[in-house]
């Protein structure tokens, strides 16, 4: 249980409000996400959104805008479920959240699909993000109120074949964040924030002429939506829209050996800090047609921007999988960068994805992350054989 200062809380209200300003006033690190503290450091409202979910991509260093489609297809690009193998299936993960320094805060993530035809997949997911107990205190350290921030998002989604090879996707977001409950004190309120937001996608898969390979491509624009306010009007912040471009390369080696090489770069369309504060006071279309060209630092802080997240995914007989990655932030844009390994096992409808990361800083909050993913995929029964 970590104690939180309620007027201090209040007060970055009427500043940048994000998961990190309220968890700065206790014993948590800087940042939810396990960014650094850096000035430059691009901050928004419900960064959850931007944590992986599920184990698989979570083993290959959060690689998953290309890589074939399942069940969280919903989160990485929609537009990939059309290409789902199953006519429908759902996945539950667990996540304990920044274990290595808070024990009660966790994300788990429920999605599943159905394939309306071989043109058209529709979907559903719900993101669930628990922040553990906290207890309120005044300026003067005497106690207030016991609370759990939680934060909850769901989505819908759809995607269409335009041809054998291209599809499109669409998703649309409920966003709740519940951090303080309702408070009001020395003239400031508090309250929980929600906000709308919609995906668009696409995605590209062909087999390469003459070889046993297949080359994929994805894009997509995620969490565009309204700014969000845990106050009034006048405090308004920016959600975390998205720009994802990724590839894939599948090779089958033989007949029971095939090996994944995936690469997804991710840059944060929202505007970046200003010395004056400026950003905050850009409309969603400013911000994100903005967001381009608006560093400070000029072309070398724009590029710092880009994350970059590169994986490696090894299958025996569709059965046994075994992945590696690598995730990397700029230093002066929160400096998260680590290994990434996981495992995975499918027998008949049944599959189970386990991850593991390692960051190159020890003792960094995100140290020993682990994700856990279910996954449960069928086929409509078309078995008319004479009995």
């Known amino acids: ?90 996945s539950l993960s667990y996540t304990p959240w920044l274990g290595k320094i808070i024990n009660d805060m966790w994300i788990g993530y429920l999605s599943g699909y159905y394939k309306i035809s071989e043109e058209q997949a529709v979907a559903v997911s719900m993101r669930y993000f628990d922040l553990g107990e906290i207890f309120f205190t005044s ?21 269409r074949k335009l041809s054998q090879n291209l599809s ?10 519940n951090l303080t409950g309702s408070f009001s ?36 624009i995620t969490n565009i939506g309204a700014k969000i306010t845990y106050s009034d009007d006048d405090n308004r912040d920016f959600i975390p829209t998205n720009l994802r471009l990724a590839s894939a390369f599948t090779t089958n080696l033989d007949q029971y050996n095939t090996l994944t090489f995936g690469l997804d770069f991710n840059k944060l369309m929202v505007p970046s800090p200003q010395e004056d504060g400026s950003e905050r006071d ?13 560093a400070e630092g000029g072309f070398k802080e724009e590029m710092q921007e880009i994350t970059v997240s590169a994986g490696a995914e090894y299958w025996y007989n569709n059965t046994f999988a075994a992945r590696l990655g690598y995730f990397y932030e700029a230093e002066e844009k929160g400096g ?12 008949q409808v049944f599959g189970i994805d386990f991850a593991y990361l390692v960051p190159s800083q020890q003792e960094h909050p995100l140290a020993e992350t682990l994700r856990f993913t279910l996954l449960f995929n069928f086929n409509k029964d078309t078995d008319n054989s004479d009995n």
Request: net charge negative.
């Open 1 to 90: 249980m970590r104690k939180i200062n309620i007027p201090a809380l209040l007060l970055s209200l009427s500043s940048l409000f994000s998961v990190s300003n309220v968890l700065a006033q206790g014993t948590t690190p800087p940042d939810v996400i396990g960014q650094g503290d850096d000035y430059r450091v691009i901050t928004t409202a419900v960064p959850f959104l931007m944590i992986t979910p599920d184990a698989r991509a979570g083993g290959m260093g959060d690689v998953g805008g290309a890589t074939s489609a399942d069940a969280n297809s919903v989160h990485w690009n929609p537009a990939k479920l059309v290409f789902v193998e199953n006519d429908y299936g759902f």
């Open 139 to 159: 300026n003067t350290g005497d106690p207030l109120e016991q609370f759990n921030p939680r934060e909850l998002a769901v989505d819908v989604a759809y995607s």
């Open 168 to 177: 499109l996707g669409i998703a649309a977001r409920y966003i709740h964040s």
């Open 185 to 220: 004190t020395g003239g400031q309120d508090a309250k929980p924030g929600s906000s709308v937001a919609a995906d668009i996608s696409v995605y590209y898969t062909k087999e390469l002429p003459g070889t046993q390979s297949t080359l994929s491509l994805g894009a997509a």
């Open 282 to 294: 850009k409309n969603l279309l400013g911000g994100m047609f903005g967001s381009f060209a608006d």
């Open 336 to 347: 998260r960068q680590y290994l990434t390994m996981g495992l995975g096992f499918r027998y």
